[in-house]
T-cell receptor, first 111, second 112 residues
Framework: GIQVEQSPPDLILQEGANSTLRCNFSDSVNNLQWFHQNPWGQLINLFYIPSGTKQNGRLSATTVATERYSLLYISSSQTTDSGVYFCAVVETGGGADGLTFGKGTHLIIQP | KAGVTQTPRYLIKTRGQQVTLSCSPISGHRSVSWYQQTPGQGLQFLFEYFSETQRNKGNFPGRFSGRQFSNSRSEMNVSTLELGDSALYLC???????????FGPGTRLLVL
């Protein structure tokens, strides 16, 4: 099955800093989503972005499908941005259409 | 629109028992998927239901089963619980023609 690797696994930043989270995947995908998991466990949708670029406030994402990677940018970080960020994909033509998740990037924003 | 809801939020069971978890999707969403999250294995896909039919299944033993009702609400059942079934179980829904999956708050299951 498809492999999803996220980097870095852990990231500690000061409030106000910018960050870039990376997601590499091993095969072509027809679905790619970025999520933020809050301390209570809920997965919050950030972007549905199988290709191209999207922006939502301080967050933006870019997926280069031909090179099999996606980037999540967080600008002017706030303490509320802390948590785990997951990238999840569905392989094109895959037999099981459930999302395959990476192991996540644990982001800590210090005041 | 109300989001995906899951009940109960927390559950404690003992080995050998069975458990049923419930998920109500976003109104109008007909697809419901279930995922298991553990510290060791991360987030893994269990199964997906659409129009009361299991459409896809992940790599889990037959002790894990589910069903979907005509109103799109879904339940998953785990029989003969094992310690390793302790996990956060997440449900997600999506609408036809939109690949985005929206997740509920999850049910935390502890098996003693």
């Amino acid at each position: 099955g498809i492999q999803v690797e996220q980097s870095p696994p852990d990231l500690i930043l000061q409030e106000g800093a910018n960050s870039t989270l990376r997601c590499n995947f091993s095969d072509s995908v027809n679905n790619l989503q970025w999520f933020h998991q809050n301390p209570w466990g809920q997965l919050i949708n950030l972007f549905y972005i199988p290709s191209g670029t999207k922006q939502n406030g301080r967050l933006s994402a870019t997926t280069v499908a031909t090179e099999r990677y996606s980037l999540l940018y967080i600008s002017s970080s706030q303490t509320t941005d802390s948590g785990v960020y997951f990238c999840a994909v569905v392989e094109t033509g895959g037999g099981a259409d459930g999302l395959t998740f990476g192991k996540g990037t644990h982001l800590i924003i210090q005041p | 629109k109300a989001g995906v809801t899951q009940t109960p939020r927390y559950l404690i069971k003992t080995r050998g028992q069975q458990v049923t978890l419930s998920c109500s999707p976003i109104s109008g969403h007909r697809s419901v998927s279930w995922y298991q999250q553990t510290p060791g294995q991360g987030l893994q896909f269990l199964f997906e239901y659409f129009s009361e039919t299991q459409r896809n299944k992940g790599n889990f033993p037959g002790r894990f089963s589910g069903r979907q009702f005509s109103n799109s609400r879904s339940e998953m059942n785990v029989s003969t619980l094992e310690l390793g079934d302790s996990a956060l179980y997440l449900c997600a829904s999506s609408s036809t023609g939109d690949e985005t999956q929206y997740f509920g708050p999850g049910t935390r299951l502890l098996v003693l």
